[in-house]
């Protein structure tokens, strides 16, 4: 009989052994995977968050514990807790777009997503989530948002002041004896302000162009300039985008040619006409 025991008790200790190894091994490739992870009892309380959460919030287990919505963005808490207990009650998958605070104070957007664990009950038995970082991607959807609303607007300007524009060419053809006649043979002379449309359509028209030069610059190219212009030297440039010198230069050059700029002054006034620097 005392064998018998000896050997059940021998048996549940390699059992909770292999369990814990197993566990050890999930938790690893948990706090691996290029992702903030978590898992949620039916309660909602929070058991378990990957080393990569921790490190963004800058927190630990237990200071999560006794604040668990202090990472989210206070303008996003409301909305993401109705909307998460919704899909606790019924028991469905949850996804939501959140700020949250990383651990030098600055806010990111992420999508959230929130799978349940059932039983072979149909039970819920935990949650499971996942943080995904997609601040790049909310900041360009915002840029493109502005630059669509920008176009829309300078097209219809644009068209109205080149359809003002025709019409007076119109009067100015059918009524071309009695304007000479009222001017007192001033005939041939242009119309007052006719000639500050033409500039303003021509200003209008380069402003596009610079727009979409814009719009075809990539990311590094952006950056260069955003650089240059705020009086920073190549050398600089290069030590802050982690590129050689040699690289800057050749991205600048690029750029004159790509802009159709002669030299760094016509660059730097490009930059702040089009927002592209912090110089006022």
Do not use: C
């Not at 927190?59 to 409301?78: F, G, K, L, N, W």
């Amino acid at each position: 009989m005392a064998v018998q025991l000896a050997r059940v008790a021998i048996e549940a200790k390699r059992g909770e052994d292999a369990l814990r190894k197993s566990e050890d091994r999930l938790r690893v490739v948990i706090d691996t995977i290029p992702a903030m992870a978590w898992s949620v009892l039916p309660d909602g309380t929070v058991d378990f968050l990957n080393q990569r959460w921790l490190d963004y919030a800058g927190v630990s287990m237990e200071q999560y514990i006794e604040a668990p919505t202090s990472a989210i963005h206070p303008d996003d808490t409301p909305r993401a807790l109705e909307k998460w207990r919704a899909a606790m009650t019924a028991g469905e998958p949850y996804e939501d777009e959140m700020r949250l605070r990383r651990a030098d104070g600055q806010y990111r957007w992420f999508l959230i997503r929130t799978v349940p664990l059932r039983d072979e009950q149909g039970n819920i038995v935990k949650w499971y989530g996942t943080s995904s970082d997609i601040d790049e991607l909310k900041h360009a959807e915002d840029t493109l948002r502005r630059n669509q609303a920008f176009f829309a607007a300078e097209a219809q300007r644009i068209g109205g002041l080149l359809k003002t524009a025709t019409g007076h060419g119109h009067e100015r053809s059918a009524g071309n004896e009695v304007v000479a006649t009222a001017k007192g043979g001033a005939a041939g002379k242009s119309p007052p302000g006719d000639g500050a449309a033409d500039r303003t359509v021509s200003q209008n028209q380069r402003l596009i162009a610079e727009r979409q030069a814009i719009a075809s610059l990539t990311s590094n190219e952006r950056s260069i300039i955003r650089l240059i212009t705020e009086g920073n030297s190549n050398a600089e440039v290069a030590e802050l985008m982690h590129l050689s010198p040699r690289t800057v230069e050749t991205y600048r050059s690029r750029l004159m040619e790509k802009l159709q700029l002669e030299d760094l002054v016509a660059l730097v006034k490009f930059a702040i006409r089009n927002g592209m620097s912090s110089v006022d």
